[in-house]
């Protein structure tokens, strides 16, 4: 047993009764804004109520209204890092609490390290995850594969291989995942390929493996830093949470259950990697300059990516990098964004959703960044002291006389 993991609930009766794993996030959460720890929590709820379609993030400031925002939305996907970083000044301005998956922390992870998000001041809350499925889709396979209306899912599990829904009338069903993810539907595609599921370099990550043998519905958390410590150790003395300590046996499961996971990611990452990087050279530079020429340069995938900060953008027209108003944009455009945040990204899928013209962008970045992990040693928004590896200079790089690019060639090469 650990000192910094505790199987946790929430002593509020009604919020323990509506979220799905006895409340304990939401009940810790309300503790730290009443005691003034934070100014606001950032989380996620539905814009639109029952609506399980439509999460959007929010900031919360009153802490009743945080029983609004108990429960998962794995078919939503917002983009709680963009809404961090462009709408709440990156939490320079107030002191938060952020919610979010593993690619959202690790997203607001490498913004820290470039300084555009707060790093004292910001209490990082990571929830396990699996994996989401768009709205669409989801909409799609409730109505043809679970044969309902998808409004009347009330609750989604994803869990050991299944998909498993509840409907308003209390009837659960259940699917196998990956017989809906061999028919195109299921997670969405980065997510099939994402191998990390417990955020354990948050401050605190919570979630529900090793909960399953407890009798009463529970949350598994486990503390990674001062900041999280004192969010539930203050909701302990308060009365707004109680814990048990897990036994071996339920630590032993949620470190299986997580091994599993990784093991079926890096097995989905061979699938579609693999193909790919079994093409010379110059076929598969056309096979990724065929799919460049579907982009209309709508900014969508820029616009979207929780990486991307500069003020003004090399790809704007008036930059004079691309020439203006050519449609699809020189192959340049995409290069340029992969150039700039490859060795950063952190999979989590946002510009493939934005995109108009479904180019498989997130195949693109998590490949290129997979790559540069091996070389570099770096795993994206995993270790706030570890600079990005295209952004930091070593020593003996420092030494090495000239580095060029030689655009000119490339192009011609592009152009062929």
Avoid at 11 to 35: P, V
Avoid at 179 to 185: I, V
Avoid at 194 to 202: K, L, M
Avoid at 230 to 258: F, H, M
Wanted: glycine residues 6%.
């Amino acid at each position: 047993m650990s000192n910094t993991m505790y199987i946790a609930r929430s002593l509020d009766e009604s919020l323990f009764e509506k979220a799905e794993s006895g409340g304990a996030i939401s009940s810790i959460l309300k503790c730290a804004l009443n005691t003034k720890q934070i100014d606001g929590v950032v989380t996620v709820r539905t814009k639109t109520k029952g609506d399980r379609f439509s999460g959007i993030p929010v900031l919360i400031t009153n802490p009743d209204d945080l029983n609004d925002t108990a429960g998962s939305l794995h078919c939503s996907v917002p983009n709680v890092v963009r809404f961090l970083k462009e709408y709440l000044d990156g939490g320079f301005s107030k002191k938060l609490a952020v919610v979010g998956k593993p690619c959202d922390i690790r997203a607001i992870i490498e913004l820290q390290k470039r300084y555009q998000t707060e790093i004292d001041d910001i209490i990082l809350v990571g929830v396990n995850c699996t994996g989401t499925i768009s709205p669409a889709t989801a909409r799609e396979m409730y109505s043809k594969e679970f044969k309902v209306d998808p409004n009347d899912v009330i609750r989604e599990d994803i869990d050991d291989g299944k998909l498993t829904i509840t409907l308003k009338n209390g009837k659960r069903i259940t699917k196998d995942l990956l017989n809906l993810e061999k028919k195109g539907l299921g997670r969405r595609n980065n997510c099939q390929r994402c191998e990390i599921n417990i955020p354990t370099f948050a401050d605190m990550a919570c979630g529900k493996w090793g909960t399953e043998t407890e009798e009463k519905p529970g949350t598994f958390i486990e503390v990674y830093s001062v900041k999280g410590r004192s969010l539930v150790e203050e909701a302990i003395s308060n009365g707004y949470i109680e814990i048990d300590k897990p036994t071996k046996e339920s630590i032993a499961t949620r470190q299986e259950k997580d091994r599993i996971e990784t093991e079926h990611a890096f097995a989905q990452r061979a699938i579609d990697f693999d193909p790919i990087m079994a093409m010379s050279y110059q076929d598969r530079l056309a096979y990724w300059v065929k799919e460049f020429e579907k982009c209309i340069k709508c900014y969508g995938c820029r616009d979207a990516c929780p990486i991307c900060y500069c003020e003004i953008c090399l790809l704007e027209a008036n930059r004079d990098f691309l020439e203006a108003g050519v449609i699809p944009p020189n192959a340049l455009f995409p290069l340029t964004r992969l150039a700039h945040v490859a060795d950063s990204c952190v999979n989590c899928g946002q510009c493939q959703d934005a995109c108009p013209m479904e180019l498989p962008l997130s195949l693109l970045f998590s490949l290129q960044n997979a790559r540069l992990s091996k070389v570099f040693d770096y795993i994206s928004g995993t270790d706030i002291k570890q600079g990005p590896p295209l952004n930091t200079a070593m020593v003996e790089e420092m030494q090495i006389d000239d580095v060029f690019l030689d655009v000119s060639t490339l192009m011609k090469k592009i152009k062929k």
